[in-house]
T-cell receptor, first 115, second 113 residues
Framework: AQKVTQAQTEISVVEKEDVTLDCVYE???????LFWYKQPPSGELVFLIRRNSFDEQNEISGRYSWNFQKSTSSFNFTITASQVVDSAVYFCALSELEYGNKLVFGAGTILRVKS | NAGVMQNPRHLVRRRGQEARLRCSPM?????VYWYRQLPEEGLKFMVYLQKENIIDESGMPKERFSAEFPKEGPSILRIQQVVRGDSAAYFC???????????FGPGTRLLVL
């Protein structure tokens, strides 16, 4: 069964703090993709990253970094030196080759960054 | 390269009316997906279409909802006889193939009075 769990409903931090958003997934497929999307207060969904199940290399993009660990079925997202503009809802998502390309989303984590 | 376009951005309907939501995929993309975000809930898959074909409609409600992606023109999500529970944000996404990243449009916020 496909399932994505984002246990943190809401996180509040002060600007410049580092913050990690957790994502745990369940899948029986060996080929799958993991994603993070950002939904700012304006409401659109912004693509951040996609990883496939065969690539466990961690990735860094500016202040963003992602840690993919198949052993714990986790795909965590860290924002370094957070900024107010990072305030948004962040969604982790999974797609499995067996089920086509449809995305299964976690419930989302609301991140509030205070100045 | 224009992104995914959705219109209208906001739609108000009275109970029993029909709602038509439109989605134009990114240029070069022939795969379209519809998702629904109910208030205080996450995003749920509804339907996956390619040109003139419904590939996966496992997330579509059994009644009142339909989707199409004609050879020419945008994809349409149609909701007949809307009820208050249909009030939600409806997002369209597109991808170049069935395995590539989905890029989302800005969404249509449907409010049923």
């Amino acid at each position: 069964a496909q399932k994505v769990t984002q246990a943190q409903t809401e996180i509040s931090v002060v600007e410049k703090e580092d913050v990690t958003l957790d994502c745990v997934y369940e899948t029986r497929d060996t080929t799958y993709y993991l994603f993070w999307y950002k939904q700012p207060p304006s409401g659109e969904l912004v693509f951040l990253i996609r990883r496939n199940s065969f690539d466990e290399q961690n990735e860094i993009s500016g202040r963003y970094s992602w840690n993919f660990q198949k052993s714990t079925s986790s795909f965590n997202f860290t924002i370094t030196a957070s900024q107010v503009v990072d305030s948004a809802v962040y969604f982790c998502a999974l797609s499995e080759l067996e089920y086509g390309n449809k995305l299964v989303f976690g419930a989302g984590t609301i991140l509030r960054v205070k100045s | 390269n224009a992104g995914v376009m959705q219109n209208p951005r906001h739609l108000v309907r009275r109970r029993g009316q029909e709602a038509r939501l439109r989605c134009s995929p990114m240029k070069g993309h022939s795969h379209v997906y519809w998702y629904r975000q109910l208030p205080e809930e996450g995003l749920k898959f509804m339907v996956y279409l390619q040109k003139e074909n419904i590939i996966d409609e496992s997330g579509m409600p059994k009644e009142r909802f339909s989707a199409e992606f004609p050879k020419e023109g945008p994809s349409i999500l149609r909701i007949q006889q809307v009820v208050r529970g249909d009030s939600a944000a409806y997002f369209c996404a597109s991808s170049s193939t069935g395995l590539e990243t989905q890029y989302f449009g800005p969404g249509t916020r449907l409010l049923v009075l």
